[in-house]
T-cell receptor, first 114, second 112 residues
Framework: AQSVTQLDSQVPVFEEAPVELRCNYSSSVSVYLFWYVQYPNQGLQLLLKYLSGSTLVESINGFEAEFNKSQTSFHLRKPSVHISDTAEYFCAVSVFNQGGKLIFGQGTELSVKP | GAGVSQSPRYKVTKRGQDVALRCDPISGHVSLYWYRQALGQGPEFLTYFNYEAQQDKSGLPNDRFSAERPEGSISTLTIQRTEQRDSAMYRC??????????FGPGTRLLVL
């Protein structure tokens, strides 16, 4: 079975500071990795994903995540956050050829303060 | 363009009543997924369909929960004899059959 652990439930940070949201997963088989974001009063949106190839993936709004197989991690980073990045962030995995069902972590609430 | 839609957005019901939650996926999407999200938790998988065929229902918590997608498009998740522990956000997602799922806004269910 697969599981996802997000190590921080809440991360407060000041605007323009760097941030890292941590995600570790457990799986005996290869997985795809995702970060989803939920802005206040909105649905879940895909932020970025790792399927194969380069272990560093980027989003259009400046976030990046690196797949580290040896540490079974997929941490999300941004060098300088904005107020508008305030949201809840979910890390998720799916298993190749098992229908695509997502297994989510518990979420990290990122709060960016001015 | 039209995304995934869900209705109702909010549902308040009394314990013991049946509820039906509807999901309208993105046009042409093959796969449709249902998830449940309790407050302060991540979404948990319930079931999914490819076209009209239910491929995996391992996440349905008990036999009060059922889902259908009779024409391979709109899906209904039905909860019979609701209990207070069923209160949660119910999320639907669809995909082309690939890895990226697009989520709807969710239905918040409150069982009194």
């Amino acid at each position: 079975a697969q599981s996802v652990t997000q190590l921080d439930s809440q991360v407060p940070v000041f605007e323009e500071a760097p941030v890292e949201l941590r995600c570790n997963y457990s799986s005996s088989v290869s997985v795809y990795l995702f970060w989803y974001v939920q802005y206040p009063n909105q649905g879940l949106q895909l932020l970025l994903k790792y399927l194969s190839g380069s272990t560093l993936v980027e989003s259009i709004n400046g976030f990046e995540a690196e797949f580290n197989k040896s540490q079974t991690s997929f941490h999300l980073r941004k060098p300088s956050v904005h107020i508008s990045d305030t949201a809840e962030y979910f890390c998720a995995v799916s298993v190749f050829n098992q229908g695509g069902k997502l297994i989510f972590g518990q979420g990290t609430e990122l709060s960016v303060k001015p | 363009g039209a995304g995934v839609s869900q209705s109702p957005r909010y549902k308040v019901t009394k314990r013991g009543q049946d509820v039906a939650l509807r999901c309208d996926p993105i046009s042409g999407h093959v796969s449709l997924y249902w998830y449940r999200q309790a407050l302060g938790q991540g979404p948990e998988f319930l079931t999914y369909f490819n076209y009209e065929a239910q491929q995996d229902k391992s996440g349905l918590p008990n036999d009060r929960f059922s889902a259908e997608r009779p024409e391979g498009s709109i899906s209904t998740l039905t909860i019979q004899r609701t209990e207070q522990r069923d209160s949660a956000m119910y999320r639907c997602a669809s995909s082309w059959g690939g890895e990226t799922q697009y989520f709807g806004p969710g239905t918040r269910l409150l069982v009194l």
